[in-house]
């Protein structure tokens, strides 16, 4: 696991997550329980089941007792709905710092990314 | 997410514990708690006091001072209670003539939980031979025994003082990941003391750092990983950050300041800071508890 300083738990959360953006975990499909969480990312079973817990809280997944977790309907699009408000204190605002610090105008910025854009 | 009773009896409960030998101090008046079920960390610099306490758990030695309660009763020369431990050692010694195969069949009988199929695998996991006398064994192997026996034992508590002398890094991965596996499936109390940190620092539910006798920290293992951090910067903007915090280590170069600090940062507060030229690191579980324990400090006072 990468060590950014939060939370073991978030972290497995935040790989849950991924998982549903990217599609490789599908709507109604099984999440891997979290004894097999634990085995793979060599962490305590604890700490995976607070992280599957956290997702259950804010209904990305559900549980079918006895079974295990499932990713619920329609989890894929409000995750992808929170990231990007987080894509703008992630990836905006230190952009904008860099620049600053640069003496790079929001103008220069604008164009060079309209340069990307013409370059793809 | 599994809710665990609320009033679950404790498996250790320690009050005012103090041991002396003669006028050195090993423990001081220390009293925790040890909850079922979940893997603790004991960690400490070497004489800081772990083995001891340990072997005031186990009904090795008895204490100076204070209550001790393991399982419901005091565990010196309580059968009831011993049962139900186990307590592997650093350099664990045997008796020399014995095989392998003789040691474990010894363990099956004094262990109410043992599992005979489990240990065959971790035999056959560690590859450690059956027949060889115990005095025949490496340094590795020997550890490698007490691992099997330690886990094997499935103890309700279960004591691994720094377990792997002489193990490679292979061996020691194979321990974590059958302790992990086999944990998941029969939870149980499980105490790690160990000077790897780094390596174990994942496994861990519950962190206690002894030093000098004294229990200095006793907290959750995801309370720790946000406990403190390292701010790196412009020295202004930084001090700004630490002030009123407890600073664990200071250094500076020019106008630049590194200071590893006793507070979390909010995500608009870490904005803030970057947007500022400073940068933000966490503090590994072995870094905190360097900083945390008596050397360290003194040095860096």
Not at chain 1, 74 to 80: E, F, K, Q, T, W
Not at chain 2, 85 to 98: A, G, H, N, P, R
Request: glycine residues 8%; hydrophobic residues 40%.
């Amino acid at each position: 696991m990468n060590d950014d300083g939060r939370p073991l738990f978030q972290q497995i959360a935040e790989l849950v997550e991924n998982s549903i953006i990217d599609g490789s975990l599908p709507e109604d499909g099984q999440v891997p329980s979290t004894n097999e969480l634990a085995a793979f990312h060599r962490i305590n079973p604890a700490t995976a089941a607070k992280g599957l817990g956290q997702l259950v809280a804010e209904g990305i997944l559900y549980k079918k007792r006895g079974i295990g977790m499932f990713v619920t309907e329609g989890a894929r699009d409000a995750l992808r709905f929170r990231r990007r408000e987080h894509f703008v204190r992630q990836y905006i605002e230190p952009l904008i710092a860099e620049a600053d610090k640069l003496g790079m105008s929001i103008t220069e910025l604008k164009s060079m990314l309209d340069n990307r854009e013409e370059s793809r | 997410m599994t809710v665990t009773a609320i009033d679950a009896e404790p498996i250790v409960s320690v009050r005012g514990l103090s041991k002396r030998f003669g006028d050195v101090t090993a423990l001081d008046d220390v009293s925790l708690t040890i909850e079922p079920d979940k893997i603790y960390g004991l960690l400490g610099r070497n004489g800081a006091g772990k083995t001891t306490l340990m072997q005031i758990l186990t009904g090795q030695d008895t204490q100076t001072s204070g209550d001790v309660t393991v399982l419901g009763g005091t565990p010196f020369e309580n059968a009831r209670v011993l049962r139900n431990i186990c307590f592997i050692k650093e350099s664990q010694t045997y008796v020399d003539d014995l095989r392998v195969k003789h040691v474990l069949a010894a363990a099956g009988h004094l262990m109410p939980g043992w599992d005979r199929e489990f240990a065959d695998r971790l035999l056959d996991d560690f590859q450690l031979p059956l027949c060889r006398k115990v005095k025949k064994l490496s340094r590795g192997m020997k550890s490698t025994l007490g691992v099997i026996i330690g886990l094997a034992a499935r103890a309700p508590l279960t004591l691994f003082d720094e377990p792997y002398l002489g193990l490679d890094a292979v061996a020691r991965h194979l321990f974590y990941d059958r302790l992990l596996a086999d944990y998941a499936e029969h939870p149980r109390t499980i105490v790690l003391s160990t000077h790897l940190i780094d390596e174990v620092s994942n496994l861990l539910e519950h962190v206690i750092v002894v030093d000098g006798g004294r229990i200095i920290v006793d907290d959750d293992a995801d309370a720790l990983r946000r406990r403190a951090v390292v701010a790196t910067g412009p020295a202004e903007t930084v001090d700004a950050f630490a002030a009123g915090a407890r600073v664990l280590h200071r250094e500076s170069l020019g106008s630049q300041a590194r200071t590893t600090v006793e507070r979390t940062a909010t995500e608009p507060e870490r904005a803030l800071l970057r947007a500022a030229g400073v940068e933000l690191e966490p503090v590994s579980l072995q870094d905190l508890v360097i900083a945390t324990t008596t050397g360290a400090r003194e040095i860096t006072a």
